[in-house]
């Protein structure tokens, strides 16, 4: 699994019968990815508190946005996301 999916947190969905993963949105990616994102996959944007272990910011904890959606669907959710910005830089 990539680094992004080691990011991944069940969570807890009494109503489904499957489990629900988040796909972190890391700080910086562009809002028209992320609106490209929840309207092309089954996915609920959502809050996320993230303690981060980097650079100054070691051991803070920021609400990020994150992706919730079934296994399948978080990993293509993923592999689109990087897509995406990667061609956002190289733009």
């Known amino acids: 699994m990539s680094d992004q999916m080691n990011n991944e947190q069940k969570s807890e969905n009494p109503a489904a019968e499957e489990p629900l993963y988040d796909v972190l949105i890391p ?33 803070d904890e920021r609400e990020l ?17 990087i897509e995406r910005v990667r061609a956002f830089i190289g733009e």
Do not use: C, T, Y
């Not at 910086?28 to 303690?51: C, L």
């Not at 946005?65 to 996301?81: I, S, T």
């Open 27 to 59: 700080p910086g990616v562009p809002r028209s990815v992320i609106i490209d994102i929840a309207k092309k996959f089954d996915v609920e944007v959502v809050e996320r508190k993230q303690v981060l272990s980097f650079a100054n910011m070691d051991g």
């Open 65 to 81: 946005l994150a992706f919730r959606a079934r296994r399948e669907v978080a990993e293509q959710v993923e592999k689109h996301m």
